[in-house]
């Protein structure tokens, strides 16, 4: 029982970046559980067409914020400038009073610059000047940053990372769906002719029916089971923390909301795992790092149902 | 065969050497010094082996070492048969056993003999620190045991899962305690090599001979009362009566005409008790004048004395009755009587002319004869002490008219010596006198240094009357106590002081413990099992009834344990029980569920198996998935998915 409105939006996303229906599925589960998105990827493989696309099919406003090294939180949050004519100064918002913003190379600015996005993310409202000011609602960030061996960045700490829901990778398109986008027509045109499959309110909506999506106390148990798992065994520095716990239900919650299902099963934990993993645990073994899926499966099949 | 046969690791080693070393340290007391050291040094060979990880030693060494070992037992004990000497071969065998570790049959094998170890301090001491060191030395060994057949588990967890294990083991080792049918005899009966150590009244009085006892704080015998205890100047416990006197030293005659039954007539009320009577080595059992019923096994002497047909080597406990007003040997033989006025031919010249004074004043007339007596002992300002100056060949002269110090054996020594010298029947009675009722649990305990002696004479037509000539001149030795009676700032023993009442409330407390111990332990015997057995509503159990009981009571445990252990099984949702019938089923076509998978994508990989199943497949998966992890289930899919699942037939 799909939504199909849900399914509709789904299919608009997917016929303009290609190939990636997981990444994209993942990522409109992240909005839907009112997170936000980490997306770890090289330059060029879609991060922003998805970001775009996403905030136009659900009809929300989109701004691009282009983290650079001599980036000022001013510079995201906006800035008060005396105005002559009425003699006081006027703030004048920054690029984050918006629904959907695309924190582009995040990991390129300087920590100051990216906690004042970070903190915005938290709070989803922005002091300035002594005056707190509410975001939108709905507000989704999808931060992109490039692999941290790359020259030049400012890696996020894990309590930073912590703040996102979910961290995806997108990864080259496979030879067909590349194919298809070379021969196909411009995305950026495909994308201004897009419109809105649902409204914000619908999806102020769906955000709420997510939160009353039913988790037995057997899926609880699972949640625990696969944490104390995380905890014991030495394979990571750390295990995870209730806060993942949390977001792991909320993703798992999204996920069966767009299956169609009012209850949680076990398989929607392990289709969000890796995403909910991915920047919360750290292996002990550096070598281990790079394969996310690998670690996630073996994760799962270290932890029965109970 | 794989696994007896599997080397024997490091961490297995050390438990081993642990437990080894755990169950050989209690014995080092009783094994010879020689032993003790080689065992040591077996241990510390052991842990160079194990640290150092060298080769074992080779089996020839180890035979030559059997045998020094077996020729050192021998030399020691001439035998190797017998308590002692089993056990120093126990030791000399578990210490070699751990040179030669190599599989894992040897560290079971090893394990048994500590366990066979631990049971061998039970041969020579049976208290509560032996057992609580016992418990722990089994433990340990229980832990070695399971690092045997699997050595990963640290430490901790071993010993807690030998813990939980022999918890478990506990109300069974109860049952077959309390219920499993008893053979007479202590527990513990075996034919003991030494008594030595014992201490007691002994069947010779001489000067000091009691005044040395009174150092002993040690129990001599424990009494509960049915009703309330008497006072305590009744408390006269009967032991050997000595009628025989060489002018020295009193002795017991040996008396052929034992009764088999109470040869008095019961007068007055009678007092009921149970006496807990510590082994002695003699053959005499205490009770309080003058005992109304015998013992089993035991018999009255002619002077009223129960004694056993075998020594006391171990607890006993008998029930006892006196009565205190019965009059006795009214119509006494006159071979007794005779033995009762016999003296030695000289000495104590002095007490035997002022005898002989009496007689020609009051002449037959005992009583009057006892009158002049009890006067003269008054007027003689005798002192009651525990150091008494030693006495020349006339003992009963120098007391009385020398040093005038003595013990009670000095007063009653020379009171019969003095009425026999005017020809009244007289004898002396050692026992104990008095005793202290532990207020914990309400037994009165007789120790050693509540040992009395007093003197016994016959008066026609009243018979036996006992009269207590330490009591003329200290009557609060009789009344209250010794401590009472002795002059301040003589030795005591510890106990018996009045001013260290913390000491004895403590004491008071341990005793009442190791008192608790021997009853319903160590003395635990078909009598007792009988009356429990009795109050459970079984009066004459026979042995089929008896197992019948066992089997249903340790059956009813066994049940209540398992219940216990797969209680978390027996709350497991229905559901969740119907989802494993299911995968069962699937797993016998070969398509087996991992634990880790959840419905819906088990049944899509068990629909790909086989197709022609894949809609009730997928249905059943759904109806479960909903009744698991779904909100509020309908009433009836329970009973559908039951329904779905026994319907299905891969």
């Excluded at chain 1, 970046?17 to 936000?36: D, E, N």
């Excluded at chain 2, 003296?343 to 007339?365: F, K, S, V, Y």
């Excluded at chain 2, 030693?390 to 003992?395: C, R, S, Y």
Aim: glycine content about 6%; hydrophobic content about 50%.
């Amino acid at each position: 029982m799909r939504l199909p409105e849900l399914e509709a939006l789904l299919a608009d996303i997917n016929r303009i970046v290609l190939g990636k229906q997981r990444p994209i599925r993942l990522s409109l589960a992240c909005l839907l559980a009112r997170g936000h998105l980490l997306i770890e990827d090289l330059p060029g493989v879609g991060k922003t067409t998805l970001a775009h696309v996403l905030a136009r099919v659900l009809g929300l406003d989109f701004q691009r914020i282009q983290f650079t090294s001599d980036m000022l939180p001013a510079d995201v949050l906006g800035v008060s400038i005396f105005d002559r004519d009425s003699g006081t100064f006027h703030f004048h918002p920054g690029p984050i009073f918006t629904q959907v913003v695309l924190a582009d190379e995040i990991n390129r600015a300087t920590p100051k610059a990216q906690s004042a996005l970070l903190e915005a993310m938290e709070e989803r409202q922005v002091t300035a000047e002594g005056k707190t000011r509410a975001l939108p609602e709905p507000f989704f960030v999808i931060a992109t940053q490039n692999p941290t061996h790359q020259i030049g960045t400012f890696p996020l700490p894990e309590s930073q990372l912590d703040r996102f829901l979910l961290k995806i990778e997108l990864g080259y398109p496979d030879p067909v769906a590349e194919r298809e986008l070379l021969a196909g027509a411009d995305r950026r045109q495909m994308v201004a002719d897009l419109t809105p499959r649902i409204t914000p309110q619908r999806l102020i909506e769906l955000q709420d029916r997510v939160r009353a999506i039913h988790a037995s106390t057997a899926l609880i148990d699972y949640v625990q089971a696969l944490a104390a798992h995380t905890r014991t065994t030495p394979r990571w520095q750390a295990g995870l923390s209730p806060r993942a716990c949390l977001a792991l239900l909320a993703v798992a919650r999204a996920w069966a909301l767009l299956d169609g299902r009012d209850h949680v099963l076990p398989e929607d934990v392990q289709a969000v795992l890796p995403g909910v993993i991915a920047h919360r645990l750290r292996p002990t073994d550096d070598t281990a790092r790079t394969d996310v899926e690998a670690i996630t499966a073996a994760l799962i099949e270290a932890v029965p149902l109970p | 065969m794989a696994r007896a046969s599997r080397p024997v690791s490091r961490r297995q080693a050390w438990w081993l050497l642990a437990t080894a070393l755990a169950a050989s340290l209690p014995l080092v007391p009783q094994v010879p010094p020689w032993l003790s050291l080689a065992t040591a040094t077996a241990f510390i060979w052991r842990a160079a082996l194990t640290w150092r990880q060298w080769h074992l030693p080779p089996r020839w060494l180890l035979v030559l070492l059997v045998i020094a070992g077996t020729a050192g037992v021998v030399l020691q004990y001439r035998t190797i048969f017998g308590r002692t000497p089993g056990i120093a071969m126990l030791v000399v065998f578990l210490a070699l056993k751990l040179l030669e570790l190599r599989a894992a049959r040897d560290a079971v094998a090893t394990a048994l003999l500590c366990y066979f170890l631990v049971l061998g301090q039970f041969l020579f001491t049976q208290t509560i620190p032996t057992a609580i060191l016992a418990g722990l030395t089994v433990l340990i060994t229980t832990a070695a045991l399971l690092a045997a057949s699997d050595d990963r588990p640290p430490p901790q967890q071993q010993l807690r899962r030998a813990a939980l294990m022999l918890a478990q083991a506990l109300p069974f080792m109860l049952l077959l305690f309390l219920l499993f049918p008893r053979v007479q005899g202590p527990l513990w009966g075996i034919p003991q090599d030494r008594f030595s150590a014992v201490s007691g009244l002994s069947d010779t009085l001489s000067p000091g001979s009691i005044a040395q006892l009174s150092q002993s704080d040690a129990v001599a015998f424990r009494v509960r009362f049915k009703g309330e205890v008497p006072p305590q100047s009744q408390l006269y416990w009967r032991g050997p009566v000595m009628s025989s006197f060489d002018g020295r030293s009193w002795r017991v005659t040996q008396t052929s005409g034992a009764y088999a039954e109470i040869p008095y007539a019961g007068v007055g009320a009678s007092v009921d008790y149970e006496v807990t009577l510590e082994p002695h080595g003699k053959f005499w059992l205490f009770a309080l004048e003058l005992p109304a019923t015998l013992p089993p096994n035991s018999a009255l002497t002619s002077d009223y004395q129960p004694i056993a047909r075998q020594a006391v080597r171990n607890r006993l406990r008998y029930a006892q009755r006196a009565w205190p007003e019965a009059v006795a040997g009214v119509n006494e033989t006159p071979r007794m009587l005779r033995d009762a006025l016999t003296l030695p031919t000289d000495g104590n010249p002095r007490m035997r002319a002022i005898g002989a004074a009496w007689r020609t004043q009051h002449g037959d007339d005992g009583a009057a004869i006892l009158a002049a007596a009890e006067d003269f002992f008054a007027r003689q300002l005798l002192i009651y002490t525990l150091n008494p100056p030693l006495l020349g060949p006339d003992t009963v002269d120098e007391f009385l008219f020398d040093t005038k110090r003595g013990f009670c054996e000095h007063f009653a020594a020379a009171f019969v010596f003095a009425l026999r010298a005017a020809g009244v029947p007289a004898r002396v009675v050692a026992g104990y006198q008095g005793g202290e009722v532990n207020p914990v649990d309400g037994y009165l305990v007789v120790r050693q240094y509540d040992a009395h002696a007093w003197a016994e004479i016959w008066i026609a037509g009243r018979g036996w009357i006992r009269i207590d000539p330490t009591a003329i001149s200290a009557p609060r030795r009789v009344s209250s106590n010794l401590a009472a009676a002795i002059p301040a700032g003589e030795g005591l023993p510890f106990l018996a002081r009045a001013d260290l009442a913390w000491l004895r409330e403590l004491r008071h407390r341990l005793d009442a413990v190791t008192n608790g111990w021997n009853q319903w332990v160590l003395g635990y015997n078909p009598q007792r099992q009988r009356d429990l057995l009795a109050t459970l509503g079984m009066s004459e159990p026979d042995w089929r009834s008896m197992t019948a009981v066992l089997s249903v009571l340790c059956g009813g445990v066994m049940l209540g344990l398992t219940a216990w252990i797969l209680r978390k099984r027996l709350r497991i949702d229905p559901a969740l029980a119907a989802w494993r019938r299911f995968t069962a089923r699937l797993a016998r076509r070969g398509i087996v569920w991992r634990t880790w998978e959840g419905p819906l994508a088990f049944a899509e990989r068990a629909a790909r198996h086989i197709p022609t199943h894949a809609e009730r497949i997928g249905e059943i998966a759904a109806l479960y998935a909903r009744l698991r992890y779904g909100p509020a289930p309908q009433a009836d899919d329970l009973a559908q998915l039951k329904t779905r699942i026994a319907a299905f037939k891969p």
